[in-house]
């Protein structure tokens, strides 16, 4: 049998082999616990970012056609179809050759966020185009509506399978995150669409933008900061490093721009500025939470810590059901006297 290697000081054998220094310590024995994500940068955060965008953009052209306000919902279709077109060109490049795309659409898995999720992009991106193409050409414009239509209903999903993608794997930053991060990607996707439709649509005709604006930065706000606050050890890298300044310049930006909407979102100036902070802000959130897993995959304490806690809590209830059964045991009658 091999043994562990000595310390480097006094040779002596660490005294607990089967479990991992978290104190701080980046390695295990000289290991990561868990293997880093292989996925490319800024491919897979430009994915996430880009496709989330897509989606909330495709929904607001949805309401938009509803209410009747063809310019923006046109607009909205453009930023849905860019959006999906880069997002999938992204995946692609990721995966290194175009058709382990399409073999991943040969089936579909509903226990499997990776297939669900692969069946959300393909159909969107391609209604989202339809509707686009036919908005810029004219041509078949009832068909090209009913595809933004269906395209607007994918939209929630479109904005928020990622988020099921990473919470779904072991990366501890992203798994432990599984309640919340779904809302911190909504809420970045509303904030995203609603900044592209602030660009490339004048104030007067971008009313709902901004009201969408200012829903998705409450709820992203809110969401983020309950990641950080809940996590405890587990949320440090949301907090410190890269991924915490990428966070929390999300949040300076999307606080910004909420407050410049509601105080001069009318004008010309202040609703292109915002726009623009919001898609940063969304990038921003994105590679934010990316980098976070990394970080927590790389440092084996993110991994052995809340295993120990909840071996310690399984402890603890199976030590309170003893002694709640033992009194009712110990205090039972002997026979009659």
């Not at 453009?78 to 175009?98: E, K, M, N, Q």
């Not at 904005?159 to 599984?178: G, I, K, M, Q």
């Amino acid at each position: 049998m091999t043994t562990a290697p000595p310390t480097a000081r006094t040779g002596a054998q660490p005294r607990d082999r089967d479990t991992a220094d978290v104190s701080g310590s980046r390695s295990y024995y000289g290991r990561p616990i868990l293997k880093e994500p292989t996925w490319l940068v800024p491919d897979v955060p430009g994915y996430l970012f880009l496709g989330g965008m897509a989606g909330a953009s495709a929904s607001l052209a949805a309401l938009a056609d509803l209410e009747g306000r063809p310019e923006l919902a046109a607009r909205g279709r453009y930023a849905a179809a860019g959006g999906a077109l880069a997002s999938v060109g992204l995946l692609i490049h990721d995966l290194g050759r175009p058709e382990r795309f399409l073999h991943m659409l040969r089936v579909i898995k509903p226990t499997s966020p990776l297939s669900v999720g692969t069946w959300i992009l393909g159909p969107f991106t391609a209604l989202s185009c339809a509707a686009a193409a036919s908005d810029a050409t004219g041509i078949w414009r009832p068909a090209g509506r009913l595809a933004g239509l269906a395209a607007g209903l994918l939209g929630p999903a479109m904005s928020t399978y990622t988020a099921a993608l990473l919470t779904d794997t072991a990366v501890p930053a992203w798994h432990e995150a599984r309640a919340e991060l779904p809302f911190v990607f909504a809420g970045s996707a509303l904030t995203s669409g609603a900044g592209a439709a602030l660009l490339l649509n004048p104030p007067e005709r971008a009313a709902p933008a901004r009201r969408l604006a200012l829903i998705g930065a409450g709820l992203e706000l809110g969401a983020t900061r309950l990641v950080t606050r809940r996590l405890g050890l587990v949320g440090e890298p949301y907090r410190t490093g890269r991924p915490g300044r990428l966070l929390r310049t999300a949040e300076v930006l999307t606080a910004g721009a909420a407050g410049l909407l509601a105080v001069a979102g009318r004008r010309r100036w202040a609703a292109a500025a915002a726009g623009a902070a919001l898609l940063a802000a969304g990038a921003c959130t994105r590679f934010g939470v990316f980098e976070a897993g990394r970080v927590s995959a790389r440092d084996p304490k993110y991994v052995v810590a809340p295993q120990r806690a909840r071996l310690a809590a399984r402890a603890e209830a199976a030590r309170r059901e003893a002694d709640g059964a033992a009194p009712g045991a110990a205090g039972a009658p002997a026979g009659p006297g």
